[in-house]
């Protein structure tokens, strides 16, 4: 029987995987973070420098290396494309999963472990950005290393001194590899947010022992051992590095709109509402059961309590605010979930899900009326293509899944219920992610791509106008000389000036010396050019860029 029992975990575990690693492949880079973090580390394979990250081969300081890093090597194993691209934002949420269900099972016992695991797996935003490469899944994996070794720092339980002591040094090792790695995933703020909840949690317990076991040296120690040599070597090869990345990339984003992503300080409100379907309507439960357990005295509820209020108020106070920044909140918000579906009434549970599925189906028929009825959806910015039925099935599917849960939730409980309400965000991401990768707007950039690969040699001078659509040079294997464009690149630029040519009449002088070169130009300034009468052949045109080549 426990052999029996340990091949239907095996089993259950490879089929996790194969859901969670194998739809990496289905649908092209988007626009622009993915093709920004598949080309930088692209760029470090082609050059053997791992030390300077660069994007289109000019100085990229904006973030640290370590997800270049890794997924440079997953290249090199596997090769460049979509899968290898995305395999360590993958690799981190499935770690993240692991890490929730082991300490979930520890401190609340096995079956809280699980549905905390599977509401982390389940929640839309977690799930969605587990297969969308962005830094935001490799920082949230790294601060709930740090998370788990606060726990286990301030867990309560009668366990001999022995094994207390070794919670200890293990929570104090896992806390400072989490605030280590993090830096080198985001920046500072992966030593803020620890420390930050471990301070507030301080002041509120006043238990000043944990100074003590949290051994901060051994953060200290770990940050100089991971972090400080690539900090020493970039600053020395590259002098004014640190200014701009401590200040201007890490403060100076925090505290001014300079990055032009202002958002108000409620935004993160319904990106939280949103984001945690098909749990939402679980949140009320979820409060409650917290705040109870912090009234009983329960350390780990206030620490996990703590440190979703951190991160929600941190980021919504920032002047620069995207989608992705909470995800971070999302490891210790499934927990305290795990913690009150464990206890849940069935009825509490089938009526919460049936609101979620009330929710997919509404959109879902919805975005079909729309799809169906062109001239309306077209007011309302709903294109009548294909991609958009696609979505609507997701939505709908997502619904059917998930009523199905709630009719389990009274008859088999809460674990099968949360785990089919699980697999309907999974099928609603799997159809989702590759009919918006069949959109338009999508497809235009593999038409370019596939019409300006024939034309590409070694020796061709490769420009982009006035644009840079960032997952092209990754697919063409080529960086492009920018003209006019500065964007984020400005700092590079400004290191390396000779590398950009300021304006279509600079570009046009050029253009007329080249005998073999190719530019991707965006239309008005395409229009600009025609009237200059440069000599040019159009190979693509699109709504947002045009191919042309000089031959």
């Not at 803020?192 to 022992?209: D, G, K, Q, T």
């Not at 949140?283 to 509820?301: E, Q, S």
């Not at 009526?351 to 975005?367: K, Q, R």
């Amino acid at each position: 029987m426990a052999r029996m029992r340990q091949r239907l975990w095996v089993a259950a575990l490879l089929g996790a995987m194969a859901l969670w690693f194998l739809p990496l492949q289905t649908y092209r880079l988007f626009n622009p973070d993915e093709g920004r973090y598949a080309e930088i580390p692209r760029e470090m394979v082609a050059s053997g420098d791992w030390v300077t990250p660069r994007l289109d081969a000019l100085k990229y300081f904006e973030k640290p290396p370590l997800q270049y890093w890794t997924t440079a090597v997953a290249y090199q194993v596997f090769g460049e494309h979509e899968w290898t691209a995305r395999l360590w934002v993958g690799l981190s949420g499935f770690l993240g999963l692991l890490l929730t269900a082991w300490i979930g099972t520890r401190l609340y016992g096995a079956v809280t472990g699980a549905l905390a695991a599977l509401v982390q797996a389940g929640s839309l935003l977690y799930l969605g950005l587990a297969r969308i490469s962005t830094l935001d899944m490799g920082l949230t994996v790294t601060l709930e290393l740090a998370l788990v070794g606060l726990l286990l720092l301030t867990s309560t339980g009668a366990e001999p001194a022995g094994q207390r002591r070794g919670d200890e040094r293990c929570g104090a090792l896992l806390l400072a590899l989490g605030a280590a790695l993090a830096f080198l995933s985001k920046g500072l703020v992966g030593i803020l947010v620890p420390a930050a909840v471990a301070v507030i949690y301080l002041l509120l317990r006043r238990e000043w022992s944990l100074v003590w076991r949290a051994r901060p040296w051994w953060t200290l120690a770990a940050l100089a051992v991971f972090a400080g040599p690539w900090l020493w070597l970039v600053e020395q090869r590259n002098p004014g590095f640190a200014q701009f990345f401590f200040v201007h990339e890490q403060f100076t984003r925090f505290l001014t709109r300079v990055h032009q992503r202002y958002e108000p300080d409620w935004f993160f409100i319904p990106v939280l509402l949103v984001g945690f379907m098909p749990w939402t309507p679980l949140l009320p439960a979820i409060i409650r059961r917290g705040w109870r357990d912090i009234r009983g005295g329960d350390r780990n509820a206030l620490l996990l309590s703590i440190w979703v209020a951190f991160c929600f108020l941190f980021f919504s106070l920032s002047q620069s605010k995207l989608v992705p920044y909470i995800l971070p909140l999302f490891p210790a918000l499934s927990l305290l979930a795990g913690r009150a579906l464990g206890v849940l009434e069935r009825p509490r549970l089938r009526f919460a899900l049936v609101i979620s599925a009330l929710v997919w189906l509404v959109l879902g028929t919805l975005v079909l009326c729309l799809w169906c009825c062109p001239a309306i959806g077209a007011r309302l910015f709903v294109p009548a293509e294909p991609a958009i039925g696609g979505i609507a099935g997701g939505l709908l599917l997502a619904g059917l899944i998930t009523a199905a849960a709630a009719w389990q939730a009274v008859r088999r409980g809460a674990l099968p219920a949360t785990a089919l309400a699980t697999l309907g965000v999974a099928a609603l991401l799997g159809v989702l992610l590759p009919a918006a990768g069949g959109l338009s707007r999508q497809r235009e950039p593999q038409q370019l791509i596939a019409a300006a690969a024939g034309q590409l040699r070694a020796a061709t001078a490769f420009y982009c106008v006035d644009d840079y659509e960032q997952s092209i040079p990754f697919y063409l294997r080529r960086t492009c000389t920018l003209v006019g464009y500065r964007g984020e690149l400005d700092f590079g630029l400004s290191q390396e000036p000779s590398r950009w040519v300021p304006d279509l009449a600079s570009f046009a002088a050029r253009w007329r010396a080249e005998t073999d070169a190719l530019a991707l130009i965006r239309p008005e300034s395409y229009a600009e050019l025609q009237r200059m009468g440069l000599p040019m052949r159009v190979i693509y045109t699109g709504s947002s860029l045009v191919a042309v080549v000089r031959q």
